[in-house]
């Protein structure tokens, strides 16, 4: 009965997560739309929730990256470590969107389970390669949207030479409608898939079900979370990821919603995890440095690096404390 309802607890806790990472990713998907008024806010945010829902019912694949990546065998570990990980990784999103610093969601759930891991069963039962794997797919993917965006914005420039601006802006203006629609598919195809990785991972150490796939219900509920996280929205985020890197006008928009939507779901395709958060935020980067390296306002991207760096060790340092304040409380009342 004890083990029935620690999974209740680690499947609610993890559609908790996955409601804040939607609206705390919704920045994400539709700020740079919004910050060029290609579409209203209010519909933007409509249209991400239903292309969240729809992406993240596509795959499983990096759902069973992340459940079977990060500790080298399931039956190391146990549900409370889980709800530990997914306790550190929900604070620092929280922290994070109440100061509305673009942080990435992926980051803080790995960095959570590193820690409660860590702490609980020791280092040994870390999947060396599997989180290295990992670290190099969230690493190098906002460099490679950085340099991808860069190329991008350049071509669009050389193909729009001989085109006056007001057609060039009129034109870029709608087909950025598609561009955000792609990103928001993309986004729900990668992101809603961790935490179906972390409930699959707690269903298989408590012996729920013999194998790593995810339920067809895992995958109903992660998709209908996001969404409904994606469907409320992160103003503050929306306002420093939309205007304070970059002011774009709609041609960088389009360049920065279709790139990043192209690194997104290509991580996708490879079962690979990534940060929407730095993959937009990189590809704003390119994009800007493509027009003026100036232009960019690099103190607000050295504070979001910083951010970056900043939270796998701090959320694996409060995965690590919320395990033990956890298990103090769990032992005093049982």
Known sequence: MLDTYMIILVVVLALIFDFINGFHDTANAIATCVSTRAIRPGLAIIGTAILNFIGAMISTGVAKTIGGDIVISASMINELIIVSGLTGAIIWNLLTWYVGMPSSSSHALIGGMIGAVAISVGFGALNGWGILKIFLSLILSPITAIVVGYIIMNLLFAFCHNYRPAVVNLTANRLQILSAALMAFSHGSNDAQKSMGIITLALLSGGFIETLEVPTIVKLLCAAAMALGTSVGGW???????????????????????????VIFTATLLHLPVSTTHVVSGSIMGVGAAQRVKAVHWNVARQMVSAWVLTIPCTAVMGALAFLIIRYVFFAVV
Not at 236 to 262: C, E, Q, W, Y
């Open 236 to 262: 503050k985020i929306i306002r420093t990821v939309g205007g304070k890197i970059f002011k774009m006008h709609p041609i960088h928009g389009f360049a920065a919603d279709l790139n990043s939507a192209v």
